[in-house]
């Protein structure tokens, strides 16, 4: 089953502008992580943050966390050509089994 | 550091036939995984291994798919007899689970089924 909900499920921007997704999820965390998905590199992990963080920074990516909203966004500025790939957001509430969403589609034009 | 492996890359398979997926971890990552992906959709949880044991397989359809992680490294997945709805991407992931681990998992490069 699907934890999480990416909103939208697809965006297209130019490059040199911030895309922002978001993801909602339905049960108690204990963290949440980013993947980026494309065909050159497949699934890879961006950043994680935990359930006592609210905001988390590396590179030109920012992540949020409100818990007692259950959603996260993920904020990447700058964007370049390279950042087009689907993006997932994925909750681990046990062991460390991810749970992932459907995904954000991300399309930057030169 | 040599990423997580997997092969093959493609498999086509006719309904009612069997297949067999292999995944080597990287090295030292005593936590494996299978992943199913359908088109459109995140990857979905199929079988965790801790070492050589499963700690969750509570998604994966036992009537059909098996799972085996033998001396706790390589991993195969099976599927028989397939069905349509199977054609997938398979992932295989490893965590390194020891006293400096963390929440990150490595994706291998998957296994695209189609099944006619």
Redesign the interface.
Known sequence: ??Q?EEDPQALSIQEGENATMNCSYKTSI??L?WYRQNSGR????LI?IRSNEREKHSGRLRVTLDTSKKSSSLLITASQAADTASY?C?T?SG?????????TMLLVSP | EAGVAQSPRYKIIEKRQSVAFWCNPISGHA?L?WYQQIL??????LI?FQNNGV??DSQLPKDRFSAERLKGVDSTLKIQPAKLEDSAVY?C?S?F?GRAS?????????TRLTVT
């Open positions: 089953s699907q999480g204990n963290n992580q497949g699934l890879v992990h994680l997932f994925a681990v062991y460390s089994t991810l749970t992932f969403g459907k995904g | 936590t995984y459109g959709q995140g990857p979905k949880l965790q700690v969750d992932l992931a965590r689970s963390s929440y990150e998992q490595y994706f291998g490069p998957g």
